[in-house]
């Protein structure tokens, strides 16, 4: 049974440009947030998604964005890329159902 | 706002009791987690509380909330080096993190052997 898949798991972007990074949660699961977590930090939370909509936001600006597709799997887009967007974005699924999240293993994001 | 406290860093020795603790601010609290993050990878759930229990034992692991100090710890029994990683608590208000969790900065537990 796969757990919640990410891709990519690396990248490297350039100041101002966009990034696209996926998520496909675990079967079963229809509730997917995304949190951004720097270096010596704890994850923050950025949003979550549930029937295709934004149900929750954090503080976090709009150039960070998002989507659930039918299938359950999401993206996180973020928009005119800063130096402090350097990090590593972690997905979690969950259903309506249950009271735990489950974390995929990140995409690791360096902003230069 | 809400916030979560956990001191950086925890030296034991192997085959010790390691006991990690975290404070919050959050009166809502109704969920309470332990999560267990590895170099280079994901955050593990290890242990969740409901804000209503006193205590949790899981195996090598437990959890004691003290709802009014708003202090939460997680002690992992027969400490082995497997266990050496950075050990996050987390609260959330609602079930399945709804309205986000808010995480501390973990704790670095290092093993001595």
């Known amino acids: 049974d796969a757990g919640v898949t990410q891709s990519p798991t690396h990248l490297i972007k350039t100041r101002g440009q966009q990034v696209t990074l996926r998520c496909s949660p675990k079967?079963?699961?229809?509730?997917v947030s995304w949190y951004q977590q720097a270096l010596g930090q704890g994850p923050q939370f950025i949003f979550q998604y549930y029937e295709e909509e934004e149900r929750q936001r954090g503080n976090f600006p709009d150039r960070f964005s998002g989507h659930q597709f039918p299938n359950y799997s999401s993206e996180l887009n973020v928009n005119a890329l800063l130096l402090g967007d350097s990090a590593l974005y972690l997905c979690?699924?969950?259903?309506?159902?249950?009271?735990?999240?489950?974390f995929g293993a990140g995409s690791r994001l360096t902003v230069l | 706002g809400e916030d979560v406290e956990q001191s950086l860093f925890l030296s034991v020795r192997e085959g010790d009791s390691s006991v990690i603790n975290c404070t919050y601010t959050?009166?809502?609290?109704?969920?309470l987690y332990w999560y267990k993050q590895e170099p280079g990878a994901g955050l593990q759930l290890l242990t969740y509380i409901f804000s209503n229990m006193d205590m949790k034992q899981d195996q090598r692991l437990t959890v004691l909330l003290n709802k009014k100090d708003k202090h939460l710890s997680l002690r992992i029994a027969d400490t082995q080096t497997g266990d050496s990683a950075i050990y996050f608590c987390a609260e959330s208000d609602s079930g399945g993190g709804a309205d986000g969790l808010t995480f501390g900065k973990g704790t670095h537990l290092i093993i001595q052997p």
């Open positions: 959050d009166s809502s609290s109704t969920y």
């Open positions: 079967s079963g699961h229809d509730t």
């Open positions: 979690a699924s969950t259903s309506q159902v249950q009271d735990v999240l489950t």
